[in-house]
């Protein structure tokens, strides 16, 4: 079975600065997907960014990007020049590919931008 | 439509009654996805639908949960005789995935706003 593993309940940061969020993840698959879904007080999932496990290059989305480590099972997100509306629950996700499969999510880190 | 729908947007119930939820995914979408999402957690996985057939029901947590998706497009999902532990926000996603064809972004779950349901 497979598990996502967020350790960072809550972080914070200031306006225009970085920051970076943890995930780890457990599973036997070669063979996968990983994303990060941003969750607003409105509670509207919303796609951060997504990462092929087979691509050996960190994707990137504006000011949003991962650090992928396969062998390690680490997926971290990385929020450049931080803005206000950055602020929400952010939540790490693992799907199997080649499989019309379920989403498992880690706990979820609550971030907060302070201006 | 534009987005994926969920009605209502909050439900609350005394312990014992039935209550049903409403999901529209995106027009086209094969793949149905239900989620409960407890207070200061991650989404948990109920059941899935490809089309109108329930390919997954291995996360519904008691036989009092049911799914249905009867023309391949709107979905319900029903709780009977409701508990306090229902409570919890049960948001729907829609995919593209299960579609013939190559799709870049096949897998990318698109998620509504969940329904809120407090069960007293």
């Known amino acids: ?115 | 439509g534009a987005g994926v729908s969920q009605s209502p947007r909050y439900k609350v119930a005394k312990r014992g009654q039935d209550v049903a939820l409403r999901c529209d995914p995106i027009s086209g979408h094969v793949s149905l996805f239900w989620y409960q999402q407890a207070l200061g957690q991650g989404p948990e996985f109920l059941t899935y639908f490809q089309n109108e057939a329930q390919l997954d029901k291995s996360g519904l947590p008691s036989d009092r949960f049911f799914a249905e998706r009867p023309e391949g497009s709107v979905s319900t999902l029903k709780i009977q005789r409701t508990q306090q532990e229902d409570s919890a926000v049960y948001l729907c996603a829609s995919s593209l995935a299960g579609t013939s064809g190559r799709y870049e972004d096949k897998n990318i779950q698109y998620f509504g706003a969940g329904t809120r349901l407090s069960v007293l």
């Open chain 1, 1 to 115: 079975a497979q598990t996502v593993t967020q350790s960072q309940p809550e972080m914070s940061v200031q306006e225009a600065e970085t920051v970076t969020l943890s995930c780890t993840y457990d599973t036997s698959e070669n063979n996968y997907y990983l994303f990060w879904y941003k969750q607003p007080p409105s509670r509207q999932m919303i796609l951060v960014i997504r990462q092929e496990a087979y691509k050996q290059q960190n994707a990137t989305e504006n000011r949003f990007s991962v650090n992928f480590q396969k062998a390690a099972k680490s997926f971290s997100l990385k929020i450049s020049d931080s803005q206000l509306g950055d602020t929400a629950m952010y939540f790490c996700a693992f799907m199997k590919r080649y499989n019309t499969d379920k989403l498992i999510f880690g706990t979820g880190t609550r971030l907060q931008v302070f201006p």
